[in-house]
């Protein structure tokens, strides 16, 4: 039941390396993207979050649709639906996970706060507080490319690119991620990480992109919208429990 949603964007942030004497103009883009959503006591959005992977003559193509409430410092609700489905509930007290393709829940404590929730905290999940720390890993050295025009919204556009090879020179690895930001109110429009494995000639193109059709910062939110009332016929499951470091040897 544990979400795989946002397994790809945290890796890609991860693996992109610095380059050195970042641009003023970028910093100062996520500057300001950084304090928009760190100062969101309340927030929603709807995105799509479309994962291909191109290669030996196939292609793979998965789609998933995000519907997210946020109200600090702990209530939130997100609904995955399509390729992946899930829901996720915290009305401040209690926290649920439920599956309905298992038609299965899990339930515990709500956390404090929700920062340090993998999945549930940054770019394409509920609490927006992390998303500009997120971003600033991917691009804080990167590049900005010339302004565009999204849909008739003018957007800054911010990319990074980095490349390994493996030591023998017969494999490499390039990822390249890009930013679109809104020039208006500095709020993520979308956000790709492309990776292109070569070996030999053999090459695999995997690409994750997250768009968002709608974003508000500080709407009003009723706490009911974060209420979880498990189905009919919904199995309620134990949380996985965190591994026990080893006992030392006596």
Known sequence: ?????WSWLVAGALLLISLPSPAQDVQAILNRVAETYRNAKSYQ???TLTQTRQGGGQQQRRSST???KYKAPNKVV????GSDTMQVYSDGKTMYIYSPKDK???KMPAPA???????VSGVGSGDPSQIGTQLQAIFGNGKKLPDRNVGGTPVFVLQSTQSQQSQDGKSSLQLVATAFIDKANYLLRQLTIQATRSQGTQKVVETITLTFASQQVNPNLPDSVFAFKPPAGAKEIAPPQPARAPSAPR
């Open 66 to 68: 995000i519907s997210t």
């Open 104 to 106: 299965q829940y899990m």
């Open 113 to 119: 706060t929700l920062t340090q929730m993998a999945g």
């Open 1 to 5: 039941m544990r979400t795989r949603v």
């Open 45 to 47: 959005a709807q995105a």
């Open 78 to 81: 997100t609904i995955v639906q």
